[in-house]
């Protein structure tokens, strides 16, 4: 809410970089909502989240829809930071705001079909076959589908984009270093992006890979619930927890930082008085 407030009330907002990040807090906005809802209901009636029901299909329909658009979110940002670097010297193409409105309807497209498919039918509500045993009523088949390739895209294209601009940024420092100018500039953003790659690489590691371990779990366990209860469900809500971290993470990497929040805000303050220029995040 703070990134969405601060993004919002200032002159920011109409940067593409700028449309992204707002999508990224939305997404991970919706995310905490509905794992406080998931919370909930584990609270009020344990059974419900453990045995599966009806009632628990609409929550995790938002949940998976939310950190679906939060991958997809995090995707959209490394490209357009990598083409902002590498088309930065060339006229031909620039990330327009029009550009980062369509990603983020597409971002949201997808992840809404994605991951209403257990609303739609794919649910294993009314049956005992291949039932998930950490996420009932969902089916470990529709599990497998929505996990696997969007790990893959978590992991895989960040680490190309991230890779490809720490390496232009290196080719030009040493172009530059070459003619006799100074490289100050670019070493410092080389080790800028080298520091902010790693972060998001030990946050998406950290979490979601339990996650995936947990759904490779399921697609391999043949136990039923009571023999599992209560050490695997102890380690569900672990990685719920590790996913509402990625969250509150996601605006500290991206958006804050924290020598510049204090500032942001302050200026905020002024903001309707004096309309002093907030200084860009």
Not at 6 to 27: E, G, V, W, Y
Not at 79 to 91: P, Q
Not at 110 to 137: D, I, Q, R
Not at 254 to 266: D, E, M, N, P, S
Request: hydrophobic share 50%.
């Amino acid at each position: 809410c703070t990134v969405i407030f601060t993004r919002m009330a200032t002159k920011d907002l109409h940067k593409p970089i700028s449309i992204l990040f707002c999508n990224l807090a939305l997404s991970d906005l919706l995310t905490s909502f509905s794992g406080f809802w998931i919370s909930m209901l584990f609270i009020t009636n344990p059974d419900v989240t453990i045995f599966g029901s009806e009632d628990m299909l609409a929550p995790y329909a938002l949940y998976t829809m939310s950190i679906l658009s939060t991958i997809y979110n995090l995707v959209s940002i490394g490209i357009e930071r990598y083409l902002a670097v590498a088309e930065s010297m060339r006229t031909r193409f620039r990330v327009a705001r029009n550009h980062s409105i369509a990603v983020v309807l597409i971002n949201w497209v997808l992840a809404f079909f994605l991951g209403c498919l257990p609303l739609m039918g794919w649910n294993c509500l009314h049956t005992e076959k291949n039932l998930s045993v950490l996420y009932s009523p969902f089916c470990v088949d529709y599990l497998i589908f929505i996990a696997i390739p969007n790990v893959v895209v978590a992991f895989i294209i960040p680490l190309f984009t991230y890779l490809r601009i720490i390496i232009i940024l290196r080719k030009r420092k040493l172009r530059m270093k070459a003619c006799g100018q100074a490289t100050g500039t670019y070493k410092s953003a080389e080790i800028q992006v080298a520091r902010t790659s790693i972060f998001i690489w030990l946050l998406a590691l950290i979490s979601y890979a339990p996650f995936f371990a947990g759904v490779i779990f399921d697609a391999t366990n043949h136990q039923c619930h009571t023999d599992l209860y209560p050490g695997i469900y102890i380690f569900r809500n672990c990685t719920a927890m590790l996913i509402t971290m990625n969250c509150l993470g996601n605006p500290i990497i991206y958006t804050l930082k924290v020598k510049t929040l204090g500032a942001k805000l302050k200026a905020l303050k002024c903001l309707s008085t004096n309309r002093v220029r907030a200084c860009t995040i």
